[in-house]
């Protein structure tokens, strides 16, 4: 892998670490639309370090889903549970930042942070493979 590619994929996964952080501050605080927000974006920086490895990237949110799916859900890479989870994240950070009049119950997504750090913590280690 070139050096200025694995800068790069280096950076993002700082910032998933730094995503995951600041969302258990969040989650602490109470602010749990927002902690949705930050688990998403660990798991996204996370997934577009890993399609940097293959040379891939997309300008929209919805492209780097598509890219993870077929490039590592549906080639086994990652098991569908990943890609479930990576969904969900997607799909309940949509509604935590535009719905209105929504708020999600803490009891009821709290354990998705130890889901975001499971999640980041496999891309990691495929990684460490490349």
């Known amino acids: ?21 600041e969302a258990k501050i ?4 109470g602010h749990i639309n927002t902690f949705i927000n930050r688990l998403y ?7 577009s370090a890993l399609l940097l490895t293959k040379g891939l990237s997309s300008a929209k949110h919805s492209g780097v889903r598509s890219l993870f799916h077929q490039n590592f859900v549906k080639t086994g ?5 990943s890609g479930q989870f990576f969904d969900k994240l997607f799909d309940n950070r949509q509604k935590a930042d535009y719905a209105d009049l ?8 709290r354990y998705w942070y130890d889901e975001t ?3 980041v913590v496999k891309i990691e280690k495929i990684l460490q493979q490349l």
């Open 1 to 21: 892998m070139k050096e200025e590619i694995r800068s790069l994929v280096n950076y993002r996964l700082e910032r998933a670490r730094e995503s995951i952080e």
């Open 77 to 81: 890479i990652l098991n569908i549970e």
């Open 102 to 109: 929504l708020r999600f119950n803490i009891d009821e997504v």
């Open 117 to 119: 750090k499971e999640f």
């Open 41 to 47: 974006y660990a798991c996204f920086y996370a997934v």
């Open 26 to 29: 969040l989650m602490e605080r």
